[in-house]
């Protein structure tokens, strides 16, 4: 039998029994499993919602600071420092509550309160409900199906029975009843409930305003981008994604991956808007040049974040012609980019998660052209060996000049740098 409560929001009840699955230390599968929801719900409600209560003493998380040869001085350029990772924390359940290992813990400690969470929740809600997911023709129609029904004593759950074709929620009838929708087209009100709700009717007009269509989606999905590389198997392909720490601060990284010449490429911003990822492809477009560009980015892979919504503007040059061509990876699938995701895994031993970027050195793009070179110039073994800019240098030699003049440059193998230190040092 389908699970019909899957589809539904988290309830604070729920929240409070996924609180207690964290305090007993249940997986997130056997926490979903008890409320009837997917593990993937579960797992970003906790992420979503879980707070830091208690920072970690020591500048970094670090694993071996019990056997540290340095006293503690914690600092980013120490030799020894290995990253700090907390199965409990960091992957099921995704919080300390409960933890037996609490009181001895020197790390950053992170808490869920299923109340904080829902109060969250609700603002949330209604920030997105401020305009009615409706227009006033579909809310006209819909009252004229539901309107009749309460008049002979319906509920709103037995008019769902028999109009499934309504595609709603029984509680969302409640919520357009009482929010007035219903009223500027029908004059349906909560009087007209068979049982009154106790929550005072809103004195604001229903402003009807569809959400956002992602029209940009349309001919650029996954499978598009399949099918466009089946005719044209010599394309450049380049993936593009965003690496930050701080959402609300930033600095936010544009990173795009050459992926014939294995090579990574990011330019740094202020904020993470489609504004400014349209601003970084311009740019990039300006770095190669309009002939370099056309020639070694014929496609752009990236994922489906609000800030790559400009794609049309990302396709099409200042003269109206047409530059490239963006695709979009499928919801939740960031293997289909994995070979930038890789990158970023070697981006990430000189800019770690949870780390303060601009206090480590990430001062402007000068800094992250540093980081560039040293990433670039490590031999990598599905190269032979050979590094992204040697190989880059070998066979396209002209844009490898435009990433010189640029300011990235080779590192010798043996003076390459993939620590956070590297920034301290310059």
């Given at each position: 039998m389908e699970n019909t409560n899957a589809y539904f929001h988290l309830t604070l009840e729920e929240r409070r029994i996924i609180l207690k699955g964290i305090t007993n230390g249940s997986t997130k599968t056997a926490i979903a499993q008890t409320i009837g929801k997917d593990k993937s719900t579960v797992g970003k409600e906790i992420k979503a919602h879980r707070v830091l209560v208690k920072k970690c003493p020591l500048p970094l998380e670090c694993s071996a600071y019990r056997k540290c040869p340095f006293d503690r001085q914690c600092d980013t350029d120490c030799p020894e420092y290995i990253p700090f990772r907390c199965s409990r924390r960091d992957r099921s359940p995704g919080a300390c509550n409960g933890c037996p290992n609490r009181s001895k813990c020197r790390f950053d400690k992170y808490e869920y309160n299923p109340e904080k969470a829902q109060a969250v929740y609700r603002e949330t809600l209604a920030d997105s409900r401020a305009g009615v997911n409706l227009t006033s023709m579909e809310a006209k129609h819909m009252a004229d199906i539901i309107g009749p029904l309460l008049h002979q004593g319906l509920s709103p759950y037995q008019i769902l029975q028999a109009h499934p074709e309504l595609r709603i929620c029984e509680k969302t009838i409640y919520?357009?009843?009482?929010?007035?929708?219903?009223?500027?087209?029908?004059?349906?009100?909560?009087?007209?409930?068979?049982?009154?709700?106790?929550?005072?009717?809103?004195?604001?007009?229903?402003?009807?305003?569809?959400?956002?269509?992602?029209?940009?989606?349309?001919?650029?999905?996954?499978?598009?981008?399949?099918?466009?590389?089946?005719?044209?198997?010599?394309?450049?392909?380049?993936?593009?994604?965003?690496?930050?720490?701080?959402?609300?601060?930033?600095?936010?990284?544009?990173?795009?991956?050459?992926?014939?010449?294995?090579?990574?490429?990011?330019?740094?911003?202020?904020?993470?808007?489609?504004?400014?990822?349209?601003?970084?492809?311009?740019?990039?477009?300006?770095?190669?040049?309009?002939?370099?560009?056309?020639?070694?980015?014929?496609?752009?892979?990236?994922?489906?974040?609000?800030?790559?919504?400009?794609?049309?503007?990302?396709?099409?040059?200042?003269?109206?012609?047409?530059?490239?061509?963006?695709?979009?990876?499928?919801?939740?699938?960031?293997?289909?980019?994995?070979?930038?995701?890789?990158?970023?895994?070697?981006?990430?031993?000189?800019l770690p998660r949870q780390t303060d970027l601009r206090g480590l050195g990430l001062t402007g793009q000068d800094s992250l052209n540093l980081a560039l070179s040293h990433v670039n110039s490590a031999p990598v073994e599905s190269l032979d060996g050979k590094c992204p800019l040697e190989l880059t240098a070998f066979l396209y030699p002209d844009l490898y000049e435009r990433l010189l003049a640029f300011g990235i440059r080779r590192i010798e193998s043996d003076s390459v740098i993939l620590k956070p230190y590297l920034l301290k040092n310059r």
């Open positions: 919520n357009y009843i009482e929010s007035g929708v219903f009223h500027e087209v029908a004059g349906i009100t909560a009087m007209d409930l068979r049982r009154k709700v106790s929550r005072k009717p809103s004195r604001k007009a229903a402003a009807y305003k569809k959400r956002q269509d992602k029209r940009y989606l349309q001919g650029r999905t996954y499978k598009d981008y399949s099918a466009y590389l089946a005719e044209n198997p010599e394309a450049f392909v380049m993936q593009m994604d965003t690496v930050y720490n701080d959402e609300s601060a930033g600095p936010f990284i544009q990173t795009f991956k050459f992926i014939k010449a294995g090579l990574i490429f990011a330019l740094i911003h202020e904020h993470k808007t489609a504004a400014s990822m349209l601003s970084g492809v311009c740019l990039l477009e300006e770095i190669l040049t309009p002939q370099l560009f056309r020639r070694y980015v014929h496609v752009l892979l990236t994922d489906r974040g609000s800030e790559f919504s400009a794609a049309q503007a990302m396709e099409t040059a200042a003269d109206g012609s047409r530059r490239t061509r963006v695709f979009f990876c499928d919801p939740m699938q960031s293997g289909q980019k994995g070979s930038l995701e890789n990158k970023h895994i070697e981006l990430r031993y000189i």
